[in-house]
């Protein structure tokens, strides 16, 4: 079984500070995570991806992820936010177990960023 | 290259009636997943397609929800007879290969209102 968890239902930001979004997961096998964001009105665009090569992945629009696996974590960082970043965000977890679920996406609650000028 | 898409945008529709969602995957994806979420609560799985069979149904609700991927290609959702519980957004996604490391694209989503 896998489970995600996003420790922040809202976050707000200044616009320039540092983002900081929160995931933490749960798998029986060694996991695949992505990071997705839904701006209003629009479908989810996939931000970055964990696959087991690198621990810290870079995505689009500069931020990042850093897999952690002693703390079972993968949060979402950017240096300096921008007004364009605000939406909901989503971490998930796809499901490396064998049969039918193969590839089964867990999403977490999301988490709203919102960013003030 | 275009999307995935999702007909309608939006639906209301009343208690006991029937609706259909479909899905456009990107074309040459043979992977296809229904996805939804309630208000309030996080996206859930629903079923995913290989080509035309069924890989994985577990996440479907009920026997009131049947979906199909005739020839392989788009997919259909249908709802009968609906319930207020349906209400939600539902989202269409797509893969060209059945791995948990591939990204799967998403649609824009229907919101389905039941009143």
């Known amino acids: 079984a896998q489970s995600v968890t996003q420790l922040d239902s809202h976050v707000s930001v200044s616009e320039g500070t540092p983002v900081l979004l929160r995931c933490n997961y749960s798998?029986?096998?060694?996991?695949?995570l992505f990071w997705y964001v839904q701006h209003p009105n629009k479908g989810l665009q996939l931000l970055l991806k964990?696959?087991?090569?690198?621990?810290l992945v870079k995505g689009i629009n500069g931020f990042e992820a850093e897999f952690k696996k002693s703390e079972t974590s993968f949060h979402l960082t950017k240096p300096s936010a921008h007004m364009s970043d605000a939406a909901e965000y989503f971490c998930?977890?796809?499901?490396?177990?064998?049969?039918?679920?193969?590839?089964?996406?867990?999403f977490g609650q999301g988490t709203i960023l919102t960013v003030h000028p | 290259e275009a999307g995935v898409t999702q007909f309608p945008s939006h639906s209301v529709i009343e208690k006991g009636q029937t609706v259909t969602l479909r899905c456009d995957p990107i074309?040459?994806?043979?992977?296809l997943y229904w996805y939804r979420r309630v208000m309030g609560k996080e996206i859930k799985f629903l079923l995913h397609?290989?080509?035309?069979?069924?890989?994985?149904e577990s996440g479907m609700p009920n026997n009131r929800f049947l979906a199909e991927r005739t020839g392989g290609t788009y997919s259909t959702l249908k709802v009968q007879p609906a319930e207020l519980e349906d209400s939600g957004v539902y989202f269409c996604?797509?893969?060209?290969?059945?791995?948990?490391?591939?990204?799967?694209?998403f649609g824009p989503g229907t919101r389905l209102t039941v009143l």
């Open positions: 996604a797509s893969s060209p290969l059945w791995r948990p490391t591939d990204t799967q694209y």
């Open positions: 397609f290989v080509k035309e069979s069924k890989q994985d």
């Open positions: 998930v977890v796809s499901s490396n177990a064998g049969g039918t679920s193969y590839g089964k996406l867990t």
């Open positions: 074309s040459g994806h043979d992977n």
């Open positions: 798998s029986s096998y060694s996991p695949s």
């Open positions: 964990y696959t087991s090569a690198a621990t």
